[in-house]
Each structure stands twice: as structure tokens, then as C-alpha cells.
Nanobody
């Protein structure tokens, strides 16, 4: 089964940082735009960030702008989500997924696309 494996989650105090990793299982990351998403208990899944296939452009939800960054290392087949200044509102299961039909090097999307290869996610809990 083709899917991503997310890792790096955990328990962190408010104001702390975590770096999440997203690695494909069973296939190469290749040249797919990648999105990060999260789902908090009782809430719908929301798009958090994305990065174009060449890593040149990124996009972020308003709620995380200025705190989160996204990067990719195609040689090591991994996409990262660096999360700083975390708040309890960031508590959620975080997922990554591919947007293989997005061939643009100039724009990526965090919603409205047919994202594929969803993994099991990694839990992020921000609490004192």
C-alpha cells in the first residue's frame, strides 16, 4: 500500500518546537507537491502547509504563518514541517499527503485538491 509515514510528533509545552518528518513508504517522493494537514479532536481536517515539487514555493494556513516552515529533501525522500512557538490550539494529529497532479513549480495548495497516499499521522500535543 502506497502511503506516507509521518513521525516526529510528541508532547511539548506551549512555546516549544517540534519538527515533523514525512517519508513515503513503497514509492519515491519524486516530484510531487506535498501538503501537511492536521485534525484536532472533534474538528474537521484542515490544511496547514504545502510545498511545491521543487521546493521553491510554499503556502501556509493563516493560523500557522510565521510559526511553521516547510522544507523538503528530495535526495533523502523526506519532507519536513518545522513548528515553532506552539500553542495548545496546534494539538492535533498531523498528516502529509501528495498532490501528484500539481505540476506547478510556482504554487501549491492546502485544500481543494485530490491529495493521495495518506498515512496514519503523528500526534502533536501542546500542553503544560
Amino acid at each position: 500500500q502506497l502511503q506516507f509515514v509521518e513521525s516526529g510528533g510528541g508532547l511539548v509545552q506551549p512555546g516549544g518546537s517540534l519538527r515533523l518528518s514525512c517519508t513515503p513508504s513503497g514509492f519515491n517522493l519524486g516530484y510531487s507537491a506535498i501538503g501537511w494537514f492536521r485534525q484536532a479532536p472533534g474538528k474537521e481536517r484542515e490544511g496547514v502547509s504545502c510545498i511545491t515539487r521543487n521546493g521553491g514555493r510554499t503556502n501556509f494556513a493563516d493560523s500557522v504563518k510565521g510559526r511553521f516552515t516547510v522544507s523538503r529533501d528530495n535526495a533523502n525522500n523526506t519532507v519536513y514541517l518545522q513548528m515553532n512557538n506552539l500553542t495548545p490550539e496546534d494539538t492535533a494529529v498531523y498528516y502529509c499527503a501528495a498532490d501528484p497532479l500539481n505540476l506547478s513549480d510556482y504554487r501549491c495548495y492546502i485544500s481543494g485538491r485530490d491529495f493521495k497516499y495518506w498515512g496514519q499521522g503523528t500526534q502533536v500535543t501542546v500542553s503544560s
